[in-house]
C-alpha cells in the first residue's frame, strides 16, 4: 500500500471519527438541551403550584378577613323618637345580631366552599363552630370542632378549638367525663394538650357546672398559686374571694 493510499485511509478514519464524535456531541447536546428544557419546565410547574397557591391564600385570607370584620362591626343605632338623628359609624350595616351573623356566617361559608384546603377555610370552620354553638346548635359546633383538631393537630389555633370543644362539652352534660379527662391530662409531667392554668379554668368552670363548689374553688387556688400571670388569675381571685392558701 503506497504512502498516497494510507494517508487517504488514516484520513478517512479521521473524518469518520469526527463524524461519530460530532454525532455524540449532537446526541449530548440533545439530550443536555431535554434535560435543560425539562428542569426549567418543573421549576416552572413548582413556581406556578406556589405562586397559585400562594395567591389563593392571599385571595382566602381576604375573603375571611372581610367575613370577620363583618362578624366584629357595630350595630345601625335606632333613632329614638323625638331624637335627632345620631352619626352611624361608618362601619354599620346591619340593624340586629341576627341579620349581622347571618351575613357573616355565609361569607364563612364562602371561604369554605372557594378555598377549601387553605389556612383561612380552617379558620373559618373555627368560626362556624362558635357560631353554632350560640345558636345551641351542640352536635354541629362539636362535630366541627372535633374535625378540626383531628386534622390539623398542631395547627397555631388547636388549642383554641380544644378548650372551646372542652367548655362545650361541660356545658352540654359532660362535666364528670371532662373532669376525668382533664385531671388525667394534668396528672402529666409534660406533652399536655392545653396549658395547665387553661385546663385548671375549665376544671374548675366543669366542678361549678356540677354543684362542687370546693372542687371548684380549689382549682382556682391552683391557677393562683402555680400561675399567678396567668390571664385567668384575676377571674380565680374573684371565685375565691383572696384566700388562696
Same mark, same amino acid.
Given at each position: 500500500?503506497?504512502?498516497?493510499?494510507?494517508?487517504?485511509?488514516?484520513?478517512?478514519? &479521521?473524518?469518520?471519527? !469526527?463524524?461519530?464524535?460530532?454525532? #455524540? $456531541?449532537?446526541?449530548?447536546?440533545?439530550?443536555?438541551? $431535554?434535560?435543560?428544557? @425539562?428542569?426549567?419546565?418543573?421549576?416552572?410547574? @413548582? &413556581?406556578? !403550584?406556589?405562586?397559585?397557591?400562594?395567591?389563593?391564600?392571599?385571595?382566602?385570607?381576604?375573603?375571611?378577613? *372581610?367575613?370577620?370584620?363583618?362578624?366584629?362591626?357595630?350595630? !345601625?343605632?335606632?333613632?329614638?323618637?323625638?331624637?335627632?338623628?345620631?352619626?352611624?359609624?361608618?362601619? $354599620?350595616?346591619?340593624?340586629? +345580631?341576627? =341579620?349581622?351573623?347571618?351575613?357573616?356566617? +355565609?361569607? &364563612?361559608?364562602?371561604?369554605? #366552599?372557594?378555598?377549601?384546603?387553605?389556612?383561612?377555610?380552617?379558620?373559618?370552620?373555627?368560626?362556624?363552630?362558635?357560631?353554632?354553638?350560640?345558636?345551641? =346548635?351542640?352536635?354541629? %359546633?362539636? #362535630?366541627?370542632?372535633?374535625? &378540626?383538631?383531628?386534622?390539623?393537630?398542631?395547627?397555631?389555633?388547636?388549642?383554641?378549638?380544644?378548650?372551646?370543644?372542652?367548655?362545650?362539652?361541660?356545658?352540654?352534660?359532660? %362535666?364528670?367525663?371532662?373532669?376525668?379527662?382533664?385531671?388525667?391530662?394534668?396528672?402529666?409531667? +409534660?406533652?399536655?394538650?392545653?396549658? @395547665?392554668?387553661?385546663?385548671?379554668?375549665?376544671?374548675?368552670?366543669?366542678?361549678?357546672?356540677?354543684?362542687? %363548689?370546693?372542687?371548684? #374553688?380549689?382549682?382556682?387556688?391552683? !391557677?393562683?398559686?402555680?400561675?399567678?400571670?396567668?390571664?385567668? $388569675?384575676?377571674?380565680?381571685?374573684?371565685?375565691?374571694? @383572696?384566700? *388562696?392558701?
Amino acid at each position: 500500500m503506497d504512502r498516497q493510499h494510507r494517508r487517504e485511509l488514516k484520513h478517512d478514519r &479521521f473524518v469518520d471519527e !469526527i463524524g461519530t464524535l460530532s454525532f #455524540k $456531541a449532537r446526541q449530548n447536546q440533545r439530550l443536555l438541551l $431535554a434535560l435543560t428544557l @425539562g428542569i426549567l419546565a418543573v421549576g416552572l410547574i @413548582g &413556581f406556578g !403550584i406556589y405562586f397559585y397557591r400562594s395567591n389563593r391564600e392571599q385571595q382566602a385570607q381576604a375573603a375571611l378577613g *372581610t367575613a370577620i370584620d363583618v362578624v366584629d362591626s357595630p350595630l !345601625i343605632q335606632p333613632v329614638q323618637p323625638g331624637q335627632p338623628p345620631q352619626q352611624q359609624d361608618p362601619r $354599620a350595616r346591619y340593624r340586629t +345580631d341576627a =341579620e349581622r351573623n347571618k351575613a357573616a356566617e +355565609d361569607q &364563612f361559608h364562602a371561604v369554605q #366552599k372557594n378555598f377549601s384546603g387553605t389556612d383561612a377555610a380552617d379558620v373559618a370552620n373555627l368560626y362556624l363552630a362558635r357560631m353554632a354553638g350560640s345558636r345551641g =346548635e351542640a352536635a354541629t %359546633a362539636k #362535630k366541627l370542632l372535633q374535625d &378540626f383538631i383531628n386534622e390539623h393537630p398542631k395547627h397555631v389555633l388547636v388549642a383554641a378549638a380544644r378548650y372551646s370543644l372542652y367548655q362545650m362539652r361541660i356545658d352540654n352534660g359532660e %362535666a364528670p367525663q371532662v373532669v376525668t379527662e382533664l385531671n388525667q391530662e394534668l396528672a402529666k409531667p +409534660d406533652n399536655q394538650i392545653l396549658p @395547665g392554668d387553661s385546663m385548671l379554668a375549665l376544671l374548675a368552670h366543669a366542678y361549678d357546672v356540677q354543684g362542687s %363548689a370546693d372542687k371548684s #374553688k380549689d382549682a382556682y387556688r391552683r !391557677i393562683i398559686q402555680q400561675f399567678p400571670d396567668s390571664p385567668y $388569675a384575676l377571674e380565680a381571685q374573684r371565685r375565691v374571694g @383572696g384566700a *388562696t392558701t
